[in-house]
């Protein structure tokens, strides 16, 4: 696929189904996450990548941290915790992992980890595949630093759920520009005028 044609015509995709991606396809996105900006070349990241049995693992570890931090969380909420590892044959969890005290400041670190996430959702794209980033609403906690070996400076950003089209979605309603978009002159800001067409 065209580069910039796979830049605007990508759509995240809930509805996954099987079969997961194969090795070839899922090394290549490995591959292309890899390859984001990164100050310092540190490489502020890892990744698992949890499918068939992996799944229950995480799902476990899910529910356990929710009921960590919400220990009075309803049973349907920690199934559907649970059930948050089992929305795609195949999930890369995205973990940040900074080097603390480096002179490339932490911030810039995690925004390497995140670039990581997008890139694995566009070469899932370029691929023929669906992805859609997702997260819980904790980053910590017992449960996952078990499953995922966390130590102390890392947090999981999400994970990148991978599999088949369900279904083609539209394409995306272009986004209006002027309001996200300025230009600097030299007295100040000008709106940005889209070229005419
Ligand atoms: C860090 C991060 C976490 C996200 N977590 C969730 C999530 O838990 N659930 C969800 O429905 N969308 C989540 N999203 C948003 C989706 O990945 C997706 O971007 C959104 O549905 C819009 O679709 P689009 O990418 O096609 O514009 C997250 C996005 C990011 C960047």
Redesign the pocket.
């Known amino acids: 696929m065209d580069a910039l044609a796979t830049l605007l015509s990508?759509?995240?995709h809930?509805a996954l189904v099987a079969p997961a991606p194969s090795a070839a396809q899922l090394e290549s996105m490995l591959r292309a996450a890899t390859t984001v900006p990164d100050h310092g070349s540190l490489r502020p990241y890892r990744f698992l990548v949890s499918e068939g049995a992996g799944r229950a693992r995480f799902g476990d570890a899910l529910a356990a941290t929710l009921l960590e931090t919400r220990p009075d969380a309803a049973p349907e909420h920690v199934e559907s915790a649970r059930g948050k590892a089992f929305m795609a044959p195949l999930q890369v969890l995205l973990i940040a992992s900074p080097r603390v005290g480096h002179k490339i400041p932490e911030w810039e670190q995690l925004a390497t980890a995140?670039c990581t996430?997008y890139a694995l959702t566009l070469a899932a794209h370029a691929l023929g595949l669906g992805a859609?980033?997702?997260?819980a609403p904790f980053d910590r906690g017992a449960g996952l630093t078990a499953l995922l070996g966390l130590a102390p400076h890392e947090r999981l950003?999400?994970w990148i759920n991978v599999g088949q089209l369900k279904q083609v979605l539209a394409e995306?309603p272009a986004t209006e520009l002027a309001p996200l978009v300025g230009v600097l002159a030299a007295d100040g800001v000008t709106a940005y005028e889209p070229p005419a067409r």
């Open positions: 990508r759509r995240s809930a995140a996430g859609i980033w997702k997260s950003l999400g995306r």
